[in-house]
Nanobody, 124 residues
Framework: EVQLVESGGGLVQAGGSLRLSCAAS????????IGWFRQAPGKEREGVSC????????YYADSVKGRFTISSDNAKNTVYLQMNSLKPEDTAVYYC?????????????????WGQGTQVTVSS
């Protein structure tokens, strides 16, 4: 059974940091890319970042470049999203998802598997 399980969300003040984790199982981790998406209330789900497990290539939305860092621990089948300098507008439910490649990484319909999401709330 394919599973993606996010963790690490919570409440943080503006300017603070959080690290999200996405633990994957049930598929060959090295053959997939992992993307992070977020969805704020009343808004569409948007791509945040993607990492290719095969070569480590990374991609970021302009809104998070320089503040968020995606990384992968292939030995643990886990992808992390380090979020620094958080802003209230980063408040959302964050999801990880698996796709074969990051080539159209911000298109949520490209992804085969999804996690259940973790809430991130940034207070001002």
């Amino acid at each position: 059974e394919v599973q993606l399980v996010e963790s690490g969300g919570g409440l943080v003040q503006a300017g603070g940091s959080l690290r999200l984790s996405c633990a994957a199982s049930g598929f060959t981790f090295d053959d997939y890319a992992i993307g992070w998406f977020r969805q704020a209330p009343g808004k569409e789900r948007e791509g945040v970042s993607c990492i290719s497990s095969s070569d480590g290539s990374t991609y970021y939305a302009d809104s998070v470049k320089g503040r968020f860092t995606i990384s992968s621990d292939n030995a643990k089948n886990t992808v992390y999203l380090q979020m620094n300098s958080l802003k209230p507008e980063d408040t959302a439910v964050y999801y990880c998802a698996a796709d074969r490649f990051c080539d159209r990484w911000s298109d949520l319909y490209e992804y085969d598997y999804w996690g259940q999401g973790t809430q991130v709330t940034v207070s001002s």
